[in-house]
């Protein structure tokens, strides 16, 4: 009987590096009711931290490329900085917050992503057709996330905040997009609950013009996602972000929205950023 509901959200890089922006979203996270899942990113602060070590961040198609160096970054601020930083701060909310990497209860397992040829996205140009190395990226399928270990916390009265790093169960961590963390969660979950899946991030939701927040789309639908690729609506990061979103509608979930962090108090009265459709 799915008659829970559960909120699965998914906070990125440039909402965490904004301390204010960050601070209310977790007031909002926190006064949220009912049963919910945090997933955060944190891109933005792992490529200054690698830039400040020498180390250039090298994406594909919205992914990091890995290498043991990269990994090495991203494993410190994704599962450490960032992931304890957020969960001093819900606790310091009132929220009884649990930060887990991948690996922590074996919550989410990965495969190591084998080498790739780019196809579409950010390479119509130089790289279409080239083979790409992902490094330690690791792909999730439809076993990968724990439903039985997450839903045991939250019996247990915790609210789980998963970060980006996963492991293939044979000692090696793996860096997986938070956007799939977060899409994935939401459809092994929703075996259990009846979820809704929230994206935030700095605007207002997908934009008609990127560049103008009052130009919010209230809602798509999955047949109008090639034409807004087409037409160049949306670029870059919102593509995997749109392929994440009706992925997890097609799976199971039952709703899933796109909007701004400091505004998620608004998904309660409907008017928050953009609803995926069927
Ligand atoms: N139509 C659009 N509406 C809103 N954002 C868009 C659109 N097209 C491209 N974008 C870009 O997508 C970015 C979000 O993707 P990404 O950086 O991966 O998100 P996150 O911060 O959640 O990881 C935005 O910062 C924006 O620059
Ligand atoms: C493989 C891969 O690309 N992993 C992402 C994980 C972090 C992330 O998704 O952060 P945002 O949500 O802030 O973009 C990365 O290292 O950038």
Same mark, same amino acid.
């Given at each position: 009987m799915k008659n829970k509901q559960l909120t699965i959200i998914k906070i990125g890089g440039n909402v965490i590096d904004n301390s204010e922006n960050l601070h209310q979203f977790l007031l909002d996270f926190t006064a949220l009711p009912g049963d919910k899942i945090l997933v955060h990113g944190g891109g933005k602060i792992a490529t200054e931290l690698g830039e400040s070590l020498g180390i250039e961040a090298k994406m594909v198609e919205g992914r990091r490329i890995t290498d043991i160096e990269t990994l090495r970054i991203v494993t410190m601020v994704y599962a450490g900085l960032i992931n304890k930083n957020m969960v001093a701060q819900l606790q310091a909310k009132g929220s009884n917050a649990i930060g887990l990497?991948?690996?922590?209860? !074996?919550v989410i397992k990965a495969t190591k992503r084998p080498l790739k040829t780019v196809t579409h996205g950010a390479a119509p140009g130089p790289l279409a057709g080239a083979v790409i190395d992902y490094g330690f990226v690791g792909d999730l399928d439809e076993n990968s996330v724990s439903s039985t270990t997450l839903d045991s916390l939250l019996k247990a009265g915790f609210v789980p905040v998963l970060c980006a790093i996963t492991h293939d169960g044979d000692t090696q961590l793996l860096n997986t997009n938070a956007d799939t963390i977060a899409s994935s969660v939401a459809v092994a979950m929703s075996g259990l609950y009846e979820t809704r899946l929230v994206y935030?991030?700095?605007k207002k939701?997908?934009?008609?013009?990127? !560049?103008d927040d009052a130009s919010v789309v209230r809602e798509i639908r999955a047949d109008e996602f090639e034409g807004l690729k087409a037409d160049g609506t949306v670029q870059g990061g919102m593509i995997p972000k749109l392929h994440n979103a009706f992925e997890a509608i097609k799976k199971g979930v039952s709703a899933v929205y796109i909007g701004k962090a400091d505004e998620l108090a608004e998904l309660a009265e409907g008017t928050f950023g953009t609803k995926m459709l069927k």
């Amino acid at each position: 009987m799915k008659n829970k509901q559960l909120t699965i959200i998914k906070i990125g890089g440039n909402v965490i590096d904004n301390s204010e922006n960050l601070h209310q979203f977790l007031l909002d996270f926190t006064a949220l009711p009912g049963d919910k899942i945090l997933v955060h990113g944190g891109g933005k602060i792992a490529t200054e931290l690698g830039e400040s070590l020498g180390i250039e961040a090298k994406m594909v198609e919205g992914r990091r490329i890995t290498d043991i160096e990269t990994l090495r970054i991203v494993t410190m601020v994704y599962a450490g900085l960032i992931n304890k930083n957020m969960v001093a701060q819900l606790q310091a909310k009132g929220s009884n917050a649990i930060g887990l990497s991948g690996a922590d209860g !074996n919550v989410i397992k990965a495969t190591k992503r084998p080498l790739k040829t780019v196809t579409h996205g950010a390479a119509p140009g130089p790289l279409a057709g080239a083979v790409i190395d992902y490094g330690f990226v690791g792909d999730l399928d439809e076993n990968s996330v724990s439903s039985t270990t997450l839903d045991s916390l939250l019996k247990a009265g915790f609210v789980p905040v998963l970060c980006a790093i996963t492991h293939d169960g044979d000692t090696q961590l793996l860096n997986t997009n938070a956007d799939t963390i977060a899409s994935s969660v939401a459809v092994a979950m929703s075996g259990l609950y009846e979820t809704r899946l929230v994206y935030c991030f700095e605007k207002k939701g997908v934009l008609k013009d990127v !560049n103008d927040d009052a130009s919010v789309v209230r809602e798509i639908r999955a047949d109008e996602f090639e034409g807004l690729k087409a037409d160049g609506t949306v670029q870059g990061g919102m593509i995997p972000k749109l392929h994440n979103a009706f992925e997890a509608i097609k799976k199971g979930v039952s709703a899933v929205y796109i909007g701004k962090a400091d505004e998620l108090a608004e998904l309660a009265e409907g008017t928050f950023g953009t609803k995926m459709l069927k």
